[in-house]
């Protein structure tokens, strides 16, 4: 199975809003509601910021939002802080009983 | 919350097997799936396969023939084995429990180096 597809980095200013796109297949994110967003820090494991779409967990903040349409999910930043400078994955549950992680983006915080 | 401890040997010579133990700790492993996942230095995630505490496993189709994986409820452990290693097989290996469609707590990561 493939990786989903995300852009390499996105980039935005203090107090800006981001949007990372996380692309699949019908097998994939277009089948569940079981996409979920991790932000890794170097060095860091990776922490769950969006569970099942668009849930947060407790203590992770509200200016994480994600959202799907069809096989494309996408997870927004609003208020972007320095803090929010991390990589960023997405994951999907797959019709094979797998999950597949995405490719991967860099956030920039300029 | 639950943390969560990788151990295991972090030199594995080539052609021969990799045994990674996962600790559960500040909660129990009953009822639920744990999985394990990789990430090559500087590379992305890589979802190795997933156990329930009833012994079920699931597996990435890329490498099913080479993993095994058990869990040991009484020790609130759960293993992973990845035989006939390579070089491509070198890489920082997390466990991590499953919530939900995801994944919640990770371990920090074990590395693993395959080198003659």
């Known amino acids: 199975q493939s990786a989903l597809t995300q852009p390499a980095s996105v980039s935005g200013s203090p107090g800006q809003s981001i949007t990372i796109s996380c692309t699949g297949t019908?097998?994939?994110?277009?089948?569940?509601?079981?996409v979920c967003w991790y932000q890794q820090h170097p060095g860091k494991a990776p922490k769950l910021v969006i569970y099942?779409?668009?849930n947060r967990p407790s203590g992770v903040s509200n200016r994480f939002s994600g959202a799907k349409s069809g096989n494309t999910a996408s997870l927004t930043i609003s208020g972007l802080q320095a803090e929010d400078e991390a990589e960023y994955y997405c994951s999907s549950y797959t019709s094979s009983i797998t999950y597949v992680f995405g490719t991967g983006t860099k956030v920039t915080v300029l | 919350q639950v943390q969560l401890q990788e151990s295991g040997p972090g030199l594995v010579k080539p052609s021969e097997t990799l045994s990674l133990t996962c600790t559960v700790s500040a909660g129990s492993i009953n009822t639920n799936y744990w999985t394990w996942i990789r990430q090559p230095a500087g590379k992305g995630l890589e979802w190795i396969g997933r156990i329930y505490t009833s012994g079920i496993t699931n597996y990435s189709p890329s490498l099913k023939s080479r993993v095994t994986m058990s869990v040991d409820t009484s020790k609130n452990q759960f293993s992973l084995k990845l035989s006939s290693v390579t070089a491509a097989d070198t890489a920082l290996y997390y466990c991590?429990?499953?919530?939900?469609?995801?994944?919640?707590?990770w371990g920090q990561g074990t590395l693993v180096t395959v080198s003659s």
């Open positions: 019908s097998s994939d994110i277009g089948a569940y509601n079981y």
């Open positions: 099942d779409v668009s």
């Open positions: 991590a429990r499953n919530y939900q469609g995801g994944f919640d707590n």
